[in-house]
T-cell receptor, first 116, second 114 residues
């Protein structure tokens, strides 16, 4: 069965420092996509970054990078130079290609607090 | 380009009442989805529509029905609301059905069933 695990319910980081949010996954699919979404207090889900299972390089989008370790089945999100506006809930998610690509599994989320 | 829009933003129902949540996207996406988010949890898939004219069950379909009205619109109906359906409902869309394709989400509907 597919599963996403985020073991950090809450994280604190000092403004301008980097922070890593952990995500491990379990799947039997050969081809899959890994995603990170940000949910601020306003409630919307904002897409941040995507990593394909066959991508050899780690994905980067501005201050966001995804540390993808396929053998360990981990897809950690790294936020560099944290800003106060980064305070939010962060969700790791996975979609499997072999199962038709429709079922997206979400983790329980990590709440990030950025301190001034 | 509004992306994915949802109406209403907030709704309070009494047990047994029915209602329809509306979703529309203007990105010419083929696939659309309905999720629910309960406190302290990630999103769970209720129903999805791979393409216009098709719908299928997700992880938690009981108590819901959907209609893919056209390529742009995908509605979610609660026929007889129950307190267990109190949740935040998100609609999403993606261009293709592939696992590598990004889903874009609407702003959500906060539903309370008394």
């Amino acid at each position: 069965a597919q599963k996403i695990t985020q073991t950090q319910p809450g994280m604190f980081v000092q403004e301008k420092e980097a922070v890593t949010l952990d995500c491990t996954y379990d799947t039997s699919d050969q081809s899959y996509g890994l995603f990170w979404y940000k949910q601020p207090s306003s409630g919307e889900m904002i897409f941040l970054i995507y990593q394909g299972s066959y991508d050899e390089q780690n994905a980067t989008e501005g201050r966001y990078s995804l540390n993808f370790q396929k053998a360990r089945k981990s897809a950690n999100l790294v936020i560099s130079a944290s800003q106060l506006g980064d305070s939010a809930m962060y969700f790791c998610a996975m979609r499997g290609e072999d199962t038709g690509g429709f079922k997206t599994i979400f983790g329980a989320g990590t709440r990030l607090f950025v301190k001034a | 380009n509004a992306g994915v829009t949802q109406t209403p933003k907030f709704q309070v129902l009494k047990t047994g009442q029915s209602m329809t949540l509306q979703c529309a996207q203007d990105m010419n996406h083929n696939s659309m989805y309905w999720y629910r988010q309960d406190p302290g949890m990630g999103l769970r898939l209720i129903y999805y529509s791979a393409s216009e004219g098709t719908t299928d069950k997700g992880e938690v379909p009981n108590g819901y029905n959907v209609s893919r009205l056209n390529k742009r619109e995908f509605s979610l109906r609660l026929e007889s609301a129950a307190p267990s359906q109190t949740s935040v409902y998100f609609c999403a869309s993606s261009k293709y059905r592939g696992g590598t394709d990004t889903q874009y989400f609407g702003p959500g509907t906060r539903l309370t069933v008394l």
